[in-house]
């Protein structure tokens, strides 16, 4: 046992950092750190537009429309939005700080079609709340706090701050289906509908629509202030996503994967058992994907909406854990693309590789290395549409706390092609985008990042980056703001419905659009 000195000091680091990531100084917009005035603000010039082909991402009549409704875009998670991101126009950029009681980096951030509004969910060391956002101000109309994880009470006792920082349970992955409700489940082992309206003061609100209790299917001894090293298990839901026949899907971190049915309320759940899944899903007209630290699964629910497996392929998971990851294993949530295949990287130790299958049937396709030998890991999904993949290198990052000044990541995006004979490594970008959630409009043809390039004089500089996704060359880079309220710490890009593109950052949400 650690001397009472030294676990006092762990804690008070901890809940330090915790409060670091909840209230930075001062309101709008998110503060920079020192160098601001060193750096230009703007590199490249203008993309000129080009559409990518392939035939456009199906609609899941369940979710809201596609590129508006989930952290992935859509039902397929292929992270492709069918309307244009910023050109790089005299791009504006604007953050926006919520001062002390900040809601600020956004996992998720959606578009309600009928009121145009942002529904976000954010996280702020332990606080998580759901946000109704204007998107052209980024002011807030309306908030609804969640329940808190009890990985935040696990991190402050235990001094082990990776137990948050790798903790996807509690909102981040949820959706809008199609009447713009969010549909969440929370720390509490709660999916609950929230729809938003504007009262007859012209006030906004989140209201709850529907709430089912989950906890009769899952461990819930889970840790709290009073009683932080409860003696049973706990494996809150990470993730929530509807598939085609109407049934909401959801899986936890301890590899159970369940349905339920919201028109009876009635839950179903099987065990994938010895195996971890980190990240969400993905769900298509023939059934749903999930991946493990151990295997690739293709799902469909039996008569009583009990998950079923039709195929489960194994893949090469190395033998550690590698810095740019949450766990041992695959970091992807699986991406269908193409005519029928679904995609994932592995883990194996040298080099990582993109593989690929037919989702019908699991055969393998393609399996190939990206990326330099002992350097390579993701913890991001891949963006899949047509024939094509985009997969983002994030070897070397961790979490925000740990990155020193003027790091980053190993770096590097490549584009990897499904063939008639395999797959082939198209190009590779030597861009650093150390954390992000990568995105590409279909409208425009651009790959976006958040990159961060290593400085020696140790400056943390942080620009949204369009890469054209023909080439593999870079069009324009606007920097959003320098030091670490400006580190998207996993957080994705999104791209509006109005050719905005927004990052969650530490500090708050950043926002970059063309001017006018």
Same mark, same amino acid.
């Given at each position: 046992?650690?001397?009472?000195?030294?676990?006092?000091?762990?804690?008070a $680091?901890?809940?330090?950092?915790?409060?670091l990531?909840?209230?930075?100084?001062?309101?709008?917009?998110?503060?920079?750190?020192?160098?601001?005035?060193?750096?230009?603000?703007?590199?490249?010039?203008?993309?000129?537009?080009?559409r990518? +082909?392939?035939?456009?991402?199906?609609?899941?009549?369940?979710?809201?429309?596609?590129?508006?409704?989930?952290?992935?875009?859509d039902?397929?998670?292929?992270?492709?939005?069918?309307?244009?991101?910023?050109?790089?126009?005299?791009?504006?950029?604007?953050?926006?700080?919520?001062? =002390? =009681?900040?809601?600020?980096?956004?996992?998720?951030?959606?578009?309600?079609?009928r009121?145009g509004?942002?529904? @976000?969910?954010?996280?702020?060391?332990?606080?998580?709340?759901?946000?109704?956002?204007d998107?052209?101000?980024?002011?807030?109309?309306?908030?609804?706090?969640?329940? +808190?994880?009890?990985?935040?009470?696990?991190?402050?006792?235990?001094?082990?701050?990776?137990?948050?920082?790798?903790?996807?349970s509690?909102?981040?992955?949820?959706y809008?289906d199609?009447?713009?409700?969010?549909?969440?489940a929370?720390?509490?082992?709660?999916?609950?509908?929230?729809?938003?309206?504007?009262?007859?003061?012209?006030?906004?609100?989140?209201?709850?629509?529907?709430?089912?209790?989950?906890?009769?299917?899952l461990?819930?001894?889970?840790?709290?202030?009073?009683?932080?090293?409860?003696?049973?298990?706990c494996?809150p839901?990470?993730?929530?996503?509807?598939?085609?026949?109407g049934?909401?899907?959801?899986?936890?971190?301890?590899?159970?994967?369940?349905t339920?049915?919201p028109?009876?309320g009635? @839950?179903?759940?099987?065990?994938?058992?010895g195996?971890?899944?980190?990240?969400?899903? $993905?769900?298509?007209?023939?059934?749903?994907s999930?991946?493990?630290?151990? $295997?690739?699964?293709?799902?469909?629910?039996?008569?009583?909406?009990?998950?079923?497996?039709?195929?489960?392929?194994a893949y090469?998971?190395?033998?550690?854990?590698?810095?740019?990851?949450?766990?041992?294993?695959?970091?992807?949530?699986p991406?269908?693309?193409?005519?029928?295949?679904?995609?994932?990287?592995?883990?194996?130790?040298?080099?990582?590789?993109?593989?690929?299958?037919d989702?019908?049937? =699991?055969?393998?396709?393609?399996?190939?290395?990206?990326?330099?030998?002992?350097?390579?890991?993701?913890?991001?999904?891949?963006?899949?549409?047509?024939?094509?993949?985009f997969?983002?290198?994030?070897?070397?990052?961790?979490?925000?706390?740990?990155?020193?000044?003027?790091?980053?990541?190993?770096?590097?995006?490549?584009?990897?092609?499904v063939?008639?004979?395999?797959? #082939?490594?198209?190009?590779?970008?030597?861009?650093?985008?150390?954390?992000?959630?990568?995105?590409?409009s279909?409208?425009?043809?651009l790959?976006?990042?958040?990159?961060k390039?290593?400085r020696?004089?140790?400056?943390?500089?942080?620009?949204?980056?369009?890469?054209?996704?023909?080439?593999? #060359?870079?069009?324009?880079?606007?920097?959003?703001g320098?030091?670490?309220?400006?580190?998207?710490?996993?957080?994705?890009i999104?791209?509006?419905?109005?050719?905005?593109?927004?990052?969650?950052?530490?500090?708050?949400?950043?926002?970059?659009?063309?001017r006018?």
């Amino acid at each position: 046992m650690a001397a009472p000195r030294a676990i006092t000091a762990t804690v008070a $680091a901890v809940t330090a950092v915790l409060a670091l990531a909840a209230a930075p100084a001062g309101a709008a917009p998110v503060p920079d750190g020192p160098g601001k005035g060193l750096l230009p603000a703007y590199l490249g010039s203008p993309a000129v537009p080009h559409r990518l +082909p392939g035939a456009p991402v199906p609609a899941n009549p369940y979710m809201g429309a596609v590129g508006l409704s989930s952290m992935h875009a859509d039902s397929y998670a292929s992270d492709t939005y069918p309307f244009a991101g910023p050109l790089g126009r005299e791009p504006q950029v604007r953050s926006e700080a919520k001062g =002390g =009681g900040l809601p600020g980096l956004c996992s998720t951030v959606a578009f309600a079609r009928r009121t145009g509004l942002i529904v @976000a969910q954010c996280t702020s060391g332990p606080t998580f709340t759901l946000r109704l956002i204007d998107p052209r101000t980024l002011r807030d109309l309306a908030t609804y706090a969640l329940p +808190p994880r009890a990985s935040t009470v696990q991190a402050v006792v235990s001094g082990d701050l990776d137990k948050v920082l790798t903790d996807t349970s509690g909102g981040a992955y949820y959706y809008l289906d199609p009447q713009d409700r969010a549909v969440v489940a929370d720390a509490a082992f709660h999916v609950r509908r929230f729809a938003h309206a504007r009262g007859a003061g012209g006030t906004w609100r989140f209201q709850v629509t529907d709430d089912w209790d989950l906890s009769g299917l899952l461990p819930h001894d889970c840790a709290t202030w009073t009683n932080p090293w409860p003696k049973g298990a706990c494996d809150p839901i990470t993730a929530v996503g509807p598939d085609w026949t109407g049934l909401i899907w959801w899986v936890t971190r301890q590899g159970r994967v369940g349905t339920l049915d919201p028109r009876t309320g009635a @839950a179903r759940s099987v065990r994938l058992a010895g195996e971890e899944v980190q990240n969400s899903f $993905a769900a298509a007209e023939d059934g749903v994907s999930v991946v493990s630290d151990h $295997a690739l699964y293709r799902m469909q629910a039996g008569p009583d909406g009990t998950p079923l497996v039709r195929w489960r392929r194994a893949y090469d998971r190395g033998t550690a854990r590698k810095p740019g990851q949450i766990d041992q294993g695959s970091g992807t949530t699986p991406t269908f693309f193409g005519d029928g295949l679904v995609a994932i990287t592995d883990n194996a130790d040298d080099r990582m590789h993109v593989v690929v299958r037919d989702r019908r049937t =699991g055969r393998l396709v393609c399996r190939v290395p990206v990326f330099g030998s002992g350097r390579s890991a993701t913890d991001n999904s891949l963006i899949g549409y047509g024939n094509s993949l985009f997969v983002e290198n994030n070897y070397g990052y961790r979490n925000f706390f740990e990155l020193p000044p003027g790091g980053s990541s190993a770096g590097g995006v490549s584009r990897v092609d499904v063939t008639g004979s395999g797959c #082939r490594t198209v190009w590779t970008s030597a861009e650093r985008s150390p954390s992000t959630v990568a995105k590409a409009s279909v409208a425009n043809g651009l790959v976006y990042l958040y990159t961060k390039e290593p400085r020696k004089d140790l400056i943390d500089a942080w620009y949204l980056t369009a890469v054209d996704a023909r080439s593999g #060359r870079t069009a324009y880079k606007v920097l959003t703001g320098t030091g670490k309220w400006f580190d998207n710490n996993w957080a994705p890009i999104t791209l509006g419905p109005d050719g905005t593109a927004y990052v969650g950052v530490l500090g708050g949400l950043v926002a970059v659009r063309d001017r006018g």
